[in-house]
C-alpha cells in the first residue's frame, strides 16, 4: 500500500509564495506518478499538476506560476505556489497512482490519495 501526507498549507496573502509537500510511503514502482489536486467548498475536484518521471504537466489555471518537482531521495514531492491569488483558495490534495494511454488529469487516474491541506489566499 501507498500512504501520502500532505503537509504545508497555511494562510498567505495575493501575490505571496507557498509550498506544501506530498510524502510517500510505501510500495510504489518506477512509473508512479503523483498528481496535486484541489477542490473548494461546492466544486468539482480540479487537476493542478502532476509529475511522473521526468514528465510534468500543469493545470491552466496555475500554468506559469505554480511548480511541482520531486525530491526522490526524501520520497517526497513539492508543489511550489508562487503569484497565489484568492481562486487558489482550497484543499489541496496529493495523489497516486500507474496513469497510461492518456495524460493523468483526472482524479480518476489516480489510485491513492492524501487527506488534503488547506491553502488560504487572502485579498
Known amino acids: 500500500q501507498v500512504q501520502l501526507v500532505e503537509s504545508g498549507g497555511g494562510l498567505v496573502q495575493a501575490g505571496g509564495s507557498l509550498r506544501v509537500s506530498c510524502a510517500v510511503s510505501?510500495?510504489?514502482?518506477?512509473?508512479?506518478?503523483i498528481g496535486w489536486f484541489r477542490q473548494a467548498p461546492g466544486k468539482e475536484r480540479e487537476f493542478v499538476a502532476f509529475v511522473g518521471g521526468s514528465t510534468t504537466f500543469y493545470g491552466v489555471s496555475v500554468e506559469g506560476r505554480f511548480t511541482i518537482s520531486a525530491d526522490n531521495a526524501r520520497n517526497t514531492v513539492y508543489l511550489q505556489m508562487d503569484s497565489l491569488k484568492p481562486e487558489d483558495t482550497a484543499v489541496y490534495y496529493c495523489?497516486?497512482?500507474?496513469?497510461?494511454?492518456?495524460?493523468?488529469?483526472?482524479?480518476?487516474?489516480?489510485?491513492?490519495w492524501g487527506h488534503g491541506t488547506q491553502v488560504t489566499v487572502s485579498s
Open positions: 495523489a497516486g497512482g500507474h496513469p497510461t494511454y492518456h495524460l493523468p488529469t483526472r482524479p480518476n487516474d489516480y489510485t491513492d
Open positions: 510505501g510500495r510504489t514502482f518506477n512509473n508512479y506518478v
